[in-house]
């Protein structure tokens, strides 16, 4: 049986004041949870026997609370709650842009930014196609979605085990990079990705939903990029939504990697 003070808890984490308090954020599901489980130190987890037998030799230093169905529908922040609930610790996102410069010392690496990415949907999206191509690190801009807000952690289906996110002065970031460093970007006048010669490693920055990429990080992209509508002159969409477009983006990245 879970206690009032537990369901408390678990509800205040909906949102960020109450992640912030108590240095924790909310994973639902046997796959969400499976997968935090090896990166993330788990506080408490409230699930039902099944779910606990089967995975108790990864719970040795958690307070575990077996519910029934009906309890676990009460914990949850979920419309259909499955099997399982986890309280995880809630690490320190936020870095120094000069503290995080190292992570980008190799043009071998490819990193993406956020430039103010708000709807948490996309943000989980982003996390995990990042996951998909093999990018580890995302910098965010501090005006960016809450990565672990339960929305987003969902939405990662289990991505942000594997990709490191940082907070920081986006500007400040990009302005100590070497010059010669590529920053990419998506913009309305940049050059057809399909015809570029794209490096191995670098940086994407994708901007905001509405807005796109800020005025001022505009000037700090050297390498403008375009996702073309097709046919060419066909009246379409305003724009890509800004998850599809970084999916389009990084395959073709991957692409010439592959091509060589």
Known sequence: MISKAKLKLI??????????????????GPKVVGDLLSRFPVKLVVAVDE?????????????????SDEELRKASLLQHPQEVLALFELPCDTADALGILPLLSSDEVLSLALDGVQDPGNLGTIIRVADWFGIENIFCSTNTADAYSPK??????????????????????????????????????????YSQKLTRGGLIVMGNEGNGISPAIRPLINHRL?????????P?????????????????????????
């Open 11 to 28: 509800h205040s984490l909906e949102n960020k004041k109450g992640r912030r308090e108590n240095g924790l954020f909310v994973a639902e």
């Open 51 to 67: 779910w606990i037998k089967n995975n108790s030799n990864h719970l040795r230093n958690a307070e575990i609370v077996e519910v």
């Open 152 to 193: 987003v952690i969902q939405a990662t289906m289990g991505s942000i085990a594997r990709v490191h996110l940082y907070y920081t002065d986006l500007e400040q970031l990009l302005q100590s990079l070497p010059t010669d460093y590529p920053v990419y970007g998506t913009l309305l006048d940049g050059e057809d990705i």
């Open 226 to 234: 375009l996702i073309p509508n097709y046919p060419k002159g066909r």
């Open 236 to 260: 379409t969409a305003d724009s890509l939504n800004v998850a599809i477009a970084t999916a389009i983006t990084c395959a073709e990245f991957r692409r010439n990697c592959l091509l060589g």
